[in-house]
């Protein structure tokens, strides 16, 4: 599809943000599986729950402007998705998964910020009210998830010492005298 207007734009945009809402639903019950914290879990159910109503308020924008919901394949998201894959890979220790975790969702949601900024911006100067209102109502349900999960992550991941580098170096010591001594002298 040639990009030549405002509304060429805004239906790119439109199309690449279907693409990504309908990645996070895929994605969303895999990151709520792999999360140890109960309220990760819950906060991901949610989001799932949210994201649906998310491709179902973009397929009213489709059907208003009178173009047909297809989705524009989204490299970025599937970049990001890919990213919180790699990391459940890694076997990392549950608290650091979480904040992994944590991490990989708030670059998608950061993502859709803007993404849905611009979208309800260029409804706005097209003069598609409609549209304004609902792309609008899923900007702040992505800030409000984005709020949520700093939140979390500055209150439910509890990093033990183990897995700070500081740490790390104290159980070393503790384990080695020679090496406790050694570090004592580099004080």
Do not use: W
């Amino acid at each position: 599809m040639k990009v030549e207007t405002l509304r060429d734009l805004y239906v790119d945009v439109l199309k690449d943000l279907y693409d990504a809402e309908n990645k996070i639903v895929k994605a969303l019950p895999k990151l709520a599986k792999a999360a140890s914290s109960a309220e990760l879990q819950q906060g991901f159910q949610e989001h799932l729950e949210q994201s649906k109503g998310h491709v179902e308020r973009l397929e009213e924008v489709f059907q208003d402007l009178g173009v047909p919901a297809k989705r524009k394949k989204c490299k970025a998201i599937e970049d990001l998705l890919e990213e919180g894959k790699e990391l459940m890979e890694a076997n990392s220790h549950s608290e650091v998964l979480d904040a992994g975790l944590i991490a990989a969702a708030q670059k998608v949601e950061h993502y859709e910020i803007a993404s849905y900024g611009s979208a309800r911006t260029y409804a706005e100067l097209l003069g598609e009210d409609q549209a304004v209102a609902l792309l609008e109502q899923t900007l702040e349900e992505e800030k409000q998830t984005d709020e949520k999960l700093s939140q979390l992550a500055t209150s439910q991941i509890d990093i033990e010492p183990k897995d700070t580098v500081a740490g790390q170096r104290e159980s070393i010591a503790r384990k080695h005298p020679a090496v406790r001594a050694g570090a004592q002298g580099t004080k």
